[in-house]
Each structure stands twice: as C-alpha cells, then as structure tokens.
C-alpha cells in the first residue's frame, strides 16, 4: 500500500536549472497539494489541487509551476532554480473536495532539494 | 493573518510521565483539527483528528478541543523515548474562500529514558 509517492527523493541543482518534482497518490483521494518545509518556518503550501484539472496558489507560489496530470498525480516544477529554493517538499492529498475539504492530510516522504 | 500557534519547545519529559502539547488558533470558525508527529528528517504522520469540543482518546494519545478558547491540546500518557519528535497541530480555515490547512512551526519533544 504505496499511499502518496514522491520522486525524487533528493536532489542537487545549480541556480538556473530546472526540474519536476513527481507526486502519486493511490488512495483515489480528490485534493492534492505541495508543501515547502524549511527551519523554523514550518509547512507552507505551495500550490493544491482541489480536483482534477484545477489549481491554485497558496501562501508562497513564486517560483513554481503545477499540474494535476490525471487524478493520481500532481507534479511541481521550478523553471529557474534559486538558492532561497532550497527546501525539502511534501506531497500530499486527502479525500476531500474543492472548499468543503476538512479531512486529514497524507505526507509522502519528501523531497530534499538543494540549489548551489 | 489566520494563525496556529505552538510552542515550538523543545520540551523535555521523563520516561513514563505525561507529555503535554498545546496549539491555539486565530480562526474562530474553524472545524477541523489534527495533530502529526513527525521524526527527524521524515515526514509528518497523522496521528490524531478531533472535529468536536471535549476529548478524544486513541491508545496513549488524548487530544482535547475547546472551540470556546480556540484550543487544542494533545496528551501522550506513559511517554516512551520513541515518542521524541516534532509535534505539528494542523487546523482547517477558511483563506480566500477555500478551506486549507494551517499547520503550527510544532513542538519539539524529547522524552528521556
């Protein structure tokens, strides 16, 4: 039982490169989201998906890029890497729908990026 | 700016005492709370969900809501050194017309054997 699987799992980029970061869910959840998790700020949402073919900004979406492929994945692209990108970035879905969503939150394990 | 607050610790309990983890919030309205646990270098894990006022127990765990106050609480009984981790209180508000998830920075709880 996967549950929510994160690819990859750490990465190294120089400023100015780009990359995707790859999210599945299997548990046929409806809402996706991406979160960045640096010290002593916590989690914040970068950009979710409350259904199929739908997304939005959350608190600090500059920089990123999204797109809910199909309902069990959710990717999240920098198209210009910059140090201050440096984080570790969690993938997530619940059951829930569009704004009526209030169920619990599933983690995968994460992604590890570091921009030199 | 909607808020979850917590203590962000860390603090330290003895081996077999209760641990208590406290988390308030701005939102007022807010009906959806849930507490993970998170170990260094993983990612956070559920290991509570309240949605209504008093408490809510699951094995050693008891999470406790009081929407008057706008507080929730979680108490882990008989604490063992494999409960040491980061605690992260999550509360759903309504932000710009859709309901996220707030999470608190979490506490961070260190129990010594």
């Known amino acids: 039982n996967a549950g929510v699987t994160q690819t990859p799992k750490f990465q190294v980029l120089k400023t100015g490169q780009s990359m995707t970061l790859q999210c599945a869910q299997d548990?046929?959840?409806?809402?996706m989201y991406w979160y960045r998790q640096d010290p002593g700020m916590g989690l914040r949402l970068i950009y979710y998906?409350?259904?199929?073919?739908?997304?939005d900004k959350g608190e600090v979406p500059n920089g990123y890029n999204v797109s809910r492929l199909n309902k069990r994945e959710f990717s999240l692209r920098l198209e210009s890497a910059a140090p201050s990108q440096t984080s570790v970035y969690f993938c997530?879905?619940?059951?829930?729908?569009?704004?009526?969503?209030?169920?619990?939150?599933?983690f995968g394990d994460g992604t590890r990026l570091s921009i030199l | 700016q909607k808020e979850v607050e917590q203590n962000s610790g860390p603090l330290s309990v003895p081996e077999g005492a209760i641990a208590s983890l406290n988390c308030t919030y701005s939102?007022?309205?807010?009906?959806?709370f849930f507490w993970y646990r998170q170990y260094s270098g993983k990612s956070p894990e559920l290991i509570m969900s309240i949605y209504s006022n008093g408490d809510k127990e699951d094995g050693r765990f008891t999470a406790q809501l009081n929407k008057a106050s706008q507080y929730v609480s979680l108490l882990i009984r008989d604490s063992q050194p494999s409960d040491s981790a980061t605690y992260l209180c999550a509360v759903n508000m309504i932000i710009q017309g859709a309901q996220k998830l707030v999470f608190g920075q979490g506490t961070r709880l260190t129990i010594n054997p």
């Open positions: 997530a879905s619940d059951e829930g729908q569009g704004a009526a969503s209030n169920q619990p939150q599933h």
């Open positions: 939102d007022r309205g807010s009906q959806s």
């Open positions: 998906s409350a259904s199929e073919g739908t997304t």
């Open positions: 548990m046929n959840h409806n809402s």
